[in-house]
C-alpha cells in the first residue's frame, strides 16, 4: 500500500510520517529528495535566477527560498524544473522499495502526478495559532512561515481530494494514538460510490489480509464498528475456482452472519488453502446500541477486480445495496 502524506508548511506531516516509518513503513520525502535534485538541476536553476543564489558552488536554499516564496511565478519557475525530476526519482524508489507499505511526503501531493501513485491521501492540518507557535519554538521566524504558508494551497482546497485528516493540534503523544489508529483501522479499505451502489477497494500485503480487509470494509458500509465489541466467535467457510469467486462467496457467507443471524463482525482472520477459504470473525449480536448505516443486499461481480502487485494484494468489489 502507498500512502500520501500532505500539508501546509509546519502542519507536522513529517512528524507523521516519521510515526509511520517507526510502526514499520517505508517514508519517501519529497522535500530531501528535491534538495538534492537542487544541486542536479543546479545549471538550469542558475540560468532561471542568476548566479547570486551560488554559495561555495552549491545553491544557497534560504536564498532561494527568499525569491520564489515572494513571487508565485518564479515559484512555478522552480517548480517546473525541479518537479519532473522529482517525480522521476520517487518513481524509482517506488520500484525498488522492498516494503510493503510505503509514505510519501510531498507538500505538493495533489497538486502533481503524485497523486496518481498513492493509493489513500492523508492530510495533516493544524489550528494556525498552534503551527505558529510550534514553528517558532523550533526557530523559524514567523515572517517566513506566513510567507511560505501564503505560497501554498489553503487546507480546505486539499480536504475534498483527501481520504484522511489528521488534525494536529496536540502532543505527540496524541498525534501516535491517532497515527496508530488510522493504521488500525482507516488504512484496509476505501469507499467509492458506484451508480445506484456502493463499493470498496482494499488492501493486503498477503492475499488473506486482503480478503479480511474486504470483509472489513463490508461492515463498516453496514454500520458504525467503533463501539462494536468482540464477544463472540463466529467462522464461515467457502470455496471457488478464482479468486473472484472466492471473494464473493466468502463476503457472501459473512453477510449472512448479519442478515441472516443479526451478528455484526468487526475484527477478522482469513486462511485460505487451494480453493478454500475460511474466515474468523470476531463481534456481538445486534443491539439498539448499534448505529446501522446502510443495508447490503448482495455482493456482486460487477466490476470485480483483484490484482497482486509488488507490495501486496489490491482489488475491488461492489454492492448492491
Known amino acids: 500500500m502507498i500512502i500520501g502524506i500532505t500539508g501546509s508548511f509546519g502542519s507536522g506531516k513529517t512528524t507523521v510520517a516519521k510515526i ?3 510502526l514499520g ?6 522535500d530531501l529528495i528535491g534538495r538534492s535534485v537542487l544541486e542536479e538541476k543546479k545549471k538550469d536553476v542558475v540560468k532561471a535566477f542568476g548566479e547570486e543564489i551560488l554559495k561555495n558552488q552549491s545553491i544557497d536554499r534560504k536564498m532561494l527560498a527568499d525569491i520564489v516564496f515572494e513571487d508565485k511565478d518564479r515559484l512555478k519557475k522552480l517548480n517546473k524544473i525541479t518537479h519532473p525530476l522529482i517525480i522521476k526519482r520517487i518513481k524509482e524508489r517506488l520500484r525498488n522499495s522492498k516494503f510493503s507499505f510505503i ?3 510531498a507538500p505538493l ?4 502526478e503524485l497523486y496518481e501513485l498513492v493509493d489513500k491521501i492523508v492530510l495533516v492540518v493544524a489550528e494556525k495559532d498552534k503551527l505558529l507557535k510550534r514553528m517558532k519554538k523550533n526557530g523559524w521566524e514567523l515572517f ?5 504558508m501564503k505560497n501554498q494551497p489553503e487546507d480546505k482546497e486539499r480536504m475534498p481530494f483527501s481520504d484522511i485528516i489528521i488534525e494536529n493540534n496536540g502532543s505527540i503523544r496524541i498525534l501516535e494514538r491517532r497515527v496508530k489508529k488510522i493504521l488500525k483501522e482507516e488504512l484496509k479499505f476505501k469507499i467509492f460510490e458506484h451508480t445506484a ?5 482494499a488492501f493486503g500485503s498477503t492475499k488473506e489480509e486482503f480478503f479480511s480487509n474486504c470483509a472489513y470494509g463490508m461492515f463498516s458500509i453496514l454500520a458504525e464498528l467503533s463501539n462494536v465489541r468482540c464477544l463472540k466467535r463466529m467462522r464461515v467457510s467457502s470455496s471457488g475456482i478464482t479468486s473472484d469467486e472466492m471473494l464473493v462467496n466468502t463476503l457472501s457467507e459473512l453477510l449472512f452472519c448479519f442478515t441472516g443471524k443479526g451478528f455484526i463482525l468487526r475484527r477478522f482472520k482469513t486462511k485460505i488453502k487451494g480453493d478454500n477459504v475460511s474466515v474468523e470473525g470476531w463481534g456481538e449480536k445486534l443491539n439498539p446500541f448499534h448505529l446501522l448505516k446502510m443495508e447490503i443486499k448482495t455482493v ?3 466490476n470485480l477486480e483483484i490484482k497482486k502487485r509488488n507490495d501486496g494484494w489490491i482489488g475491488r468489489v461492489i454492492f448492491d445495496v
Open 109 to 112: 501531493l495533489i497538486e502533481t
Open 300 to 302: 456482486t461481480y460487477h
Open 20 to 22: 509511520f516509518e517507526k
Open 197 to 201: 451502489d456502493i463499493g470498496i477497494t
Open 144 to 148: 517566513d512561515v506566513e510567507r511560505r
Open 103 to 105: 509514505v510519501i511526503v
Open 25 to 30: 513503513a517505508g517514508v519517501i520525502d519529497a
